[in-house]
């Protein structure tokens, strides 16, 4: 019996990413549940960003 070949390569090729971003609505569900499991407004913000779910603000950009 051979070994399984896991690769990340092959896993790639068998499972491909979306290469589209989720829509807005997809995005506010997540927010809500990831919000739903936070243990406070710190966690939370910190969860959003890590997973790259906060609102982009628009106005100017720090240096």
Avoid: H, I, W
């Amino acid at each position: 019996m051979t070994a399984a070949n896991r690769e990340p390569t092959t896993l790639g090729e068998l499972f491909p990413a979306d290469t589209e971003p989720p829509g807005p609505d997809v995005r506010a569900k997540v927010r809500l549940l990831v919000a739903s499991y936070a243990t406070g407004p710190d966690d939370c913000r910190l969860l959003l960003e890590v997973l790259g779910l906060l609102p982009v603000e628009e106005g100017p950009q720090p240096d």
